[in-house]
């Protein structure tokens, strides 16, 4: 389930990309405490894994203890040491809850990672927290520390040698919630979109799709028939519930994904929004929308028109026009 | 500023003044008024020196110090900000005590090179003698933070019951380096005398030197390994513009465990072949 959804505004303005339509809605966005973490191995591999395994079980924080997935890449001379790995982005609702996530993320998914290391991606300030200065005492009184620039580090000795993790991590006030939806009739065509999308905001830097491989199937809503679920499945939006209850789909839809957007900034996220948008309307979909609360809870509105206005319009915009 | 030796004595001058916050925001005249001891007399820095303010505006805290100063001793002790330059030799105690900003010399150093420092950066790009970040007869503890830096070699001592910071010698070292050592790190890139290490408690001490070392019999070898930490070291060294060959990065260390006869929680990490 994700975190975001609701139904869209209704349209008040035509635009449509390459034939498919953009829906004058916003995607509504929340502030949450982010990090990132710099993973490092022996070869590139191993630092995959590493970053893949600590943000496993992180797709939303209405059922996990943070967000989190793998930034990108690094090549060696991007990291502290010198090896080949990965950044990590991670978002909490607090920081006394990403402190908690992230030490136990590195614990038990990095620090067991055959190789690993495990360093701080963000200015230290006064918002930092702790991370190798918990798990420090796994190494029993035989850990080392070593300060560099201002910087401790903690070497765990383990069973292939040591593993080193930076004592504190830099925290900023990121944004997350950010999406958009792809609404398509042929679920091949459409999975494909959301893949390209993926792909694209991706490349942007700086932001995170939590869910699994970048999209969120199971769109959810506040609330439940059952009272002790917070959430559960979006009917609107589920094309198979379509006759049974009020039904927010075009009637040639049957196949809806959600990509979730978490970034550092306001500005990348927006930027991630066009990237997916552009790309994703390559394909064949009927409409392009996105989730929100109706403004009430969040205080991040990222409205589709005005960011694709904002970015320039590809070839193939119509604006004023319909399908 | 820059102050120019007149070579016009022999006799040890006490340099201690002559750091930039002193000389800061002074006119030239004022600056040439400041008394400094030579011998057991006297002087003026003018007596001694050419006070030149001709390339700065005065208000920064840069100084620069030319000529053959090795009877100067105790340049930038106790210094707490700015820069400071040696243009030749630096007598002893150079940087001695210092807690903050860059001292640079483009020459050698004579004993005592940032012996106790607290904080800052020393680079010496020759040689350095006794005693580098080492501690003062009757002392307990040697360099408390801060950087030395000696692209040449250092004599015997060098990081004598050091507390934290780190030592990063370009060439050969003399005998006892690191001894006694309390924390903090030393790093070597060239021959090592006898005895590294010898009485340490805890630290590091990394011999990246190919030409073989004589570990002290109260070391206990571990195994090889490659240490994350240590390439962040050395990217840093490099950083600073410290010359790290290329093969170090990838350096397998030899990890001996001691001084096993004060508790063994030290370290002398030596170079076992590259990557």
Redesign the interface.
């Given at each position: 389930m994700t975190d975001t959804p609701q139904t869209p505004s209704p349209a008040r303005r035509p635009l449509s990309i390459a034939r498919v339509e953009i829906i004058d809605t916003f995607a509504e966005a929340f502030p949450m405490t982010a990090a990132r973490a710099i993973v490092t191995a022996d070869d590139p591999r191993w630092a995959e894994v590493a970053g893949r395994t600590m943000s496993g079980y992180a797709t939303s924080v209405i059922g996990c203890d943070a967000e989190a997935a793998i930034e990108r890449a690094l090549a060696p001379e991007e990291t502290p040491d010198g090896r080949p790995g990965v950044s990590v982005l991670l978002f909490a609702f607090s920081r006394d809850a990403l402190e908690k996530a992230l030490a136990n993320r590195v614990g038990q998914c990095v620090m067991t990672c055959p190789t690993s290391a495990c360093y701080n991606g963000l200015p230290l300030d006064e918002r930092s927290i702790g991370v190798g200065s918990r798990l420090r005492y796994f190494g029993d009184g035989y850990q080392i520390s070593k300060c560099l620039d201002g910087r401790r580090y903690w070497r765990i000795p383990v069973m292939d040698g040591e593993f080193t993790c930076e004592e504190r991590f830099g925290t900023t006030k990121g944004v997350a919630g950010g999406n958009i939806i792809l609404l398509g009739v042929d679920p091949r065509a459409t999975l494909a979109a959301a893949e390209a999308a993926v792909a694209a905001m991706r490349e942007v830097g700086q932001v995170i799709l939590p869910f699994p491989g970048g999209i969120a199937r199971s769109g959810s809503k506040v609330g439940s028939k059952y009272k002790a679920l917070r959430a559960s499945t979006n009917t609107a939006f589920c094309p198979m519930l379509r006759g049974l209850v009020p039904c927010e789909l075009p009637e040639q839809v049957r196949c809806v994904y959600e990509m979730v957007i978490d970034g550092l900034t306001l500005e990348s996220v927006e930027r991630a929004t066009v990237a997916g948008i552009h790309a994703a309307c390559e394909f064949e979909l009927v409409q392009v929308s996105a989730g929100n609360y109706g403004g009430k809870l969040g205080p991040f509105h990222i409205h589709l028109h005005e960011v694709l206005s904002r970015e320039g319009m590809p070839r193939g915009t119509r604006e004023g026009g319909n399908r | 500023m820059i102050l120019r030796w007149k070579d016009g004595t022999k006799l040890p001058v006490e340099a201690d003044s002559l750091v930039p916050e002193t000389v800061a925001g002074r006119p030239a005249d004022e600056v040439a008024r400041m008394p400094l001891s030579v011998g057991n007399a006297r002087a003026e820095v003018g007596d001694l020196f050419v006070v030149d303010r001709s390339n700065g505006t005065g208000s920064e805290e840069t100084l620069i110090l030319e000529g053959d100063l090795r009877n100067l001793r105790g340049i930038g002790r106790r210094m707490a900000r700015g820069t400071l330059t040696v243009r030749g030799d630096a007598g002893p105690y150079l940087g001695a005590g210092i807690s903050g900003g860059l001292i640079e010399v483009h020459g050698n150093a004579d004993d005592w090179a940032g012996a106790e420092m607290s904080g800052g950066l020393v680079r010496i790009r020759g040689n350095a003698g006794r005693f580098v970040g080492a501690s003062f007869p009757g002392s307990r503890i040697g360099m408390r933070a801060g950087v030395i830096l000696v692209d040449g070699s250092v004599g015997e001592d060098a990081g004598r019951r050091m507390r934290?910071g780190?030592i990063a010698v370009g060439g050969a070292a003399g005998e006892g380096f690191g001894r006694s050592l309390i924390a903090g790190?030393l790093v070597a890139f060239g021959a090592m005398g006898r005895q590294a290490g010898a009485g340490m408690k805890?630290g590091?001490i990394a011999l990246l030197g190919t030409q073989g070392v004589e570990v002290f019999p109260t070391f206990a070898l571990s195994g090889t390994?490659?240490?994350?930490?240590l390439?962040?070291?050395l990217?840093?060294l490099a950083g600073w513009g410290f010359p790290v060959g290329a093969d170090v990065?990838s350096a397998q260390m030899a990890r001996y465990n001691g001084d096993l006869a004060e508790g063994g929680?030290g370290?002398i990490l030596v170079w076992a072949g590259a990557g």
């Open positions: - | 934290r780190l790190s805890r590091t390994y490659r240490f994350p930490f390439r962040i070291y990217r840093r990065f929680q370290e």
